[in-house]
């Protein structure tokens, strides 16, 4: 039997608000009709759901490193990403059972929290099971690096890790540009699909910026450590994201992060890329940097923002309310401009809008109730997930 779902505000998202609306919703969770209160009161619709608060659909996760979640608590905040990337291979190593537990313990948490969809960054397939036996959609970036080692052997194992994630879908993509040579650039290019979605992190660090127009800082340091000699991309004079767009094959694509991201670099990726997602993970950069994009940046109609949670390892929590929570408390974004990066924008980058992302009729979007005050301040953090 259906439901029908109530609340102080319904947010359709590709449609405005409506006051006291209400949701008739199918068993299986598809959208029958959205009503306005006078609608519902025509029909004499009975045993309505009321809930305080507002009924959102339910949030897409664009980035998340689920195989990091057993690493929850176990890496200091604030380091910088040089020095997290240095915790990260040091402490990644783990015998399977424990990370596939920890998985599983993640996706539950999303489920939780209100979120239907995931793309997930891997590196190796066992996250496959947890994936299959989720309620939730994932989307497998399968990432790739190596900036001085045989290329050709990189992409191989990369593809055979994408394939066997069938019948899931997934991609190969380069990891970031501090760590992707340009040969292997060239093989990622040659070995994408016109089906595939791409993503990459940009620009999360300002030494990042540095390594590739200096070729100095954290990053050279690293290098230098690794035995790794610095190759003709660092100390060029133009920053990362010179580097990697131009070489990016022209599928749709999400650059990650984008914490040192400046006018410029916006403007440079437009003319350049005609396809580009942008997605803001807050309290990783908070907790990695101590630090956040210039956002007011992305507010433009050009410019398409998702946002993600990353990893347990670099959060608290994987909610995509709680970093909405955080750009609204601390870069004052209105929750309309907010609930689209984290329903809709999701949805069509991911290339599920068809059953994700809104309150639209014939759609399985989930059904989530968030606090929210008269004046659109989100009150809590805490999602209940109503579908």
């Known amino acids: 039997m259906q439901r029908y779902l109530s609340a102080n505000w319904i947010y359709p998202v590709t449609s405005a608000p409506i006051v006291d609306g209400v949701l008739e919703v199918s068993p299986e969770g598809e959208i029958l009709n959205i009503y306005t209160q006078e609608q519902a009161a025509e029909k004499k619709i009975e045993n309505v759901e009321k809930f305080e608060g507002v009924l959102v659909p339910g949030f897409v996760n664009t980035h998340c490193h689920l195989e990091l979640s057993h690493l929850f608590g176990k890496i200091p905040e604030q380091t910088g990403l040089p020095a997290f990337v240095r915790e990260i291979v040091a402490q990644r190593a783990a015998d399977d059972e424990v990370v596939i537990a920890a998985m599983e313990a993640a996706d539950r948490q999303m489920y939780e929290n209100g979120i239907v969809a995931v793309g997930d960054i891997s590196n190796v397939p066992l996250s496959k099971t947890v994936k299959q036996n989720s309620p939730l959609y994932y989307h497998t970036f399968v990432e790739v690096f190596g900036f001085n080692r045989p290329s050709q052997p990189i992409i191989e194992e990369g593809l055979k890790i994408r394939d066997g994630y069938w019948p899931l879908?997934?991609?190969?993509?380069?990891?970031?540009?501090?760590?992707?040579?340009?040969?292997?650039?060239?093989?990622?290019?040659?070995?994408?699909?016109?089906?595939?979605?791409?993503?990459?992190?940009?620009?999360?660090?300002?030494?990042?910026?540095?390594?590739?127009?200096?070729?100095?800082?954290?990053?050279?340091?690293?290098?230098?450590?690794?035995?790794?000699?610095?190759?003709?991309?660092?100390?060029?004079?133009?920053n990362a994201i010179h580097y990697h767009l131009p070489q990016m094959p022209a599928n749709r694509t999400l650059l990650v992060h984008n914490t040192f991201s400046s006018q410029a670099d916006v403007d440079f990726a437009l003319a350049q890329h005609k396809d580009l997602y942008w997605c803001l993970c807050p309290n990783a950069n908070v907790y990695i940097e101590n630090n956040l994009p210039e956002v007011t940046l992305f507010i433009q109609p050009q410019v398409k923002v998702t946002l993600g949670t990353d990893s347990l390892a670099s959060n608290h929590q994987l909610s995509i309310l709680a970093e909405m929570q955080t750009l609204q408390q601390r870069k004052r974004i209105a929750f309309d401009e907010l609930l689209n990066w984290a329903t809709i924008n999701g949805a069509?980058?991911?290339?599920?809008?068809?059953?994700?992302g809104s309150f639209e009729i014939g759609k399985k979007p989930g059904v989530n109730l968030v606090d929210l005050s008269e004046s659109k301040i989100i009150k809590s953090n805490h999602v209940k997930r109503l579908i």
């Open 169 to 238: 879908n997934a991609s190969v993509v380069p990891h970031a540009p501090y760590s992707v040579s340009p040969e292997l650039f060239q093989l990622i290019e040659k070995n994408t699909r016109p089906q595939d979605i791409l993503s990459i992190h940009n620009q999360e660090t300002g030494a990042e910026n540095e390594f590739f127009e200096r070729g100095s800082g954290d990053f050279e340091a690293m290098y230098q450590r690794m035995g790794v000699p610095k190759a003709a991309a660092h100390g060029t004079g133009q």
């Open 348 to 356: 069509i980058f991911l290339g599920i809008e068809q059953q994700f």
